[in-house]
């Protein structure tokens, strides 16, 4: 059978979306990583499923898909891009909308600027939430990597994050540092990993490094993740502009206990039709 498909991206960081409501099916780890190849399949970073909601209070259910077959909890800008999706393929008239997702539910706003606004949640700095290896709670950590150490606040924003704060994230190492944490023994479901740069306190830069994927032009959980560890170190204000290689996303965080929120775009590139 033939399933319909959307290709859409937040700031570059790019989807597979199907509707998976109002049709039948569910791709396989080997489909998604064969879809996923950019040469030979639709190319993307993830894919997003819409599924029917367990939750009887939510509107639907995301699956998120790594481009490597994997299951991720959460995704901030595949979540502007869902809710994107979902008016625009007419299987919702809510412009708000209560989404179901693996680390827990989020809510979407259609925004009249065209933007799509997600909040997050609260998210957790709690070791045993991230899940990360440690004896007791800290803000951060040095951990050993190869012959030199790596200075990390790891952050839960429904997914796992470890937030590394550089001079010049044009410099980082990102493919090396990157994927030794990913895989380092403290981080037992591996994470993703962000490199945040300091411009002033209501600016700054970030690349991450994501499970699964590798670097990506964008990632909303990441700058979550980074906006949560730069306000605990007392480094950006409340609400702040982070820029990605993909574009600036709009973040507020007011401290601890507080949802972490997101503001940016959600673009459709074409849609098209694949043998499931």
Same mark, same amino acid.
């Given at each position: 059978?033939?399933?319909?498909?959307?290709?859409?991206? =937040?700031?570059?960081?790019?989807?597979? !979306?199907?509707?998976? *409501?109002?049709?039948?099916?569910?791709?396989?780890?080997?489909? !998604?990583?064969?879809?996923?190849?950019?040469r030979? =399949?639709?190319?993307?970073?993830?894919?997003?499923?819409?599924?029917?909601?367990?939750?009887?209070?939510?509107?639907?259910?995301m699956?998120?898909?790594?481009?490597?077959?994997?299951?991720?909890?959460?995704?901030?800008?595949?979540?502007?891009?869902?809710?994107?999706?979902?008016?625009?393929?007419?299987?919702?008239?809510?412009?708000?909308?209560?989404? /179901?997702?693996?680390?827990?539910?989020?809510r979407?706003?259609?925004?009249?600027?065209?933007?799509?606004?997600?909040?997050?949640g $609260?998210?957790?700095?709690?070791?045993?939430?991230?899940?990360?290896?440690?004896?007791?709670?800290?803000?951060?950590?040095?951990i050993? *990597?190869g012959?030199?150490?790596?200075?990390?606040?790891?952050?839960?924003?429904?997914?796992?994050?470890? *937030?590394?704060? $550089?001079?010049? *994230?044009?410099?980082?190492?990102?493919?090396?540092?990157g994927?030794?944490?990913?895989?380092?023994?403290?981080?037992? /479901?591996q994470?993703?990993?962000?490199?945040?740069?300091?411009?002033?306190?209501?600016?700054?830069?970030l690349r991450?490094?994501?499970?699964?994927?590798?670097?990506?032009?964008?990632?909303g959980? =990441?700058?979550?993740?980074?906006?949560?560890?730069?306000?605990?170190?007392?480094?950006?204000?409340?609400?702040?502009?982070?820029?990605?290689?993909g574009?600036?996303?709009?973040?507020?965080?007011?401290?601890?206990?507080?949802?972490?929120?997101?503001?940016?775009?959600?673009?459709?590139?074409?849609?098209?039709?694949?043998?499931?």
């Amino acid at each position: 059978m033939k399933l319909r498909f959307a290709k859409m991206h =937040g700031l570059g960081n790019d989807f597979m !979306v199907v509707d998976l *409501v109002t049709q039948r099916g569910m791709p396989t780890p080997d489909q !998604v990583r064969s879809w996923s190849d950019r040469r030979t =399949g639709v190319g993307f970073d993830q894919l997003l499923a819409v599924l029917p909601p367990g939750d009887p209070h939510a509107d639907f259910r995301m699956g998120i898909f790594n481009a490597d077959g994997s299951q991720a909890e959460q995704c901030g800008n595949g979540a502007r891009c869902f809710a994107q999706f979902v008016v625009e393929e007419e299987l919702t008239v809510k412009r708000d909308l209560l989404v /179901e997702t693996e680390g827990g539910n989020i809510r979407t706003e259609l925004l009249d600027n065209g933007q799509v606004r997600v909040d997050m949640g $609260v998210p957790s700095t709690a070791p045993e939430k991230v899940p990360f290896l440690a004896e007791e709670a800290r803000t951060s950590y040095v951990i050993d *990597v190869g012959d030199s150490s790596v200075e990390v606040t790891p952050v839960s924003v429904g997914n796992p994050h470890a *937030v590394v704060f $550089v001079n010049n *994230v044009a410099r980082a190492d990102i493919d090396g540092i990157g994927s030794a944490l990913q895989h380092h023994e403290r981080f037992p /479901e591996q994470v993703n990993v962000g490199f945040l740069q300091i411009v002033d306190r209501r600016f700054a830069r970030l690349r991450v490094y994501e499970r699964g994927t590798g670097e990506t032009r964008a990632c909303g959980t =990441g700058a979550c993740a980074a906006m949560v560890a730069a306000r605990l170190h007392d480094r950006l204000e409340a609400r702040a502009k982070i820029s990605l290689p993909g574009g600036k996303l709009r973040l507020e965080w007011q401290g601890r206990g507080s949802p972490a929120t997101l503001s940016g775009s959600a673009k459709l590139v074409f849609t098209g039709r694949i043998e499931l």
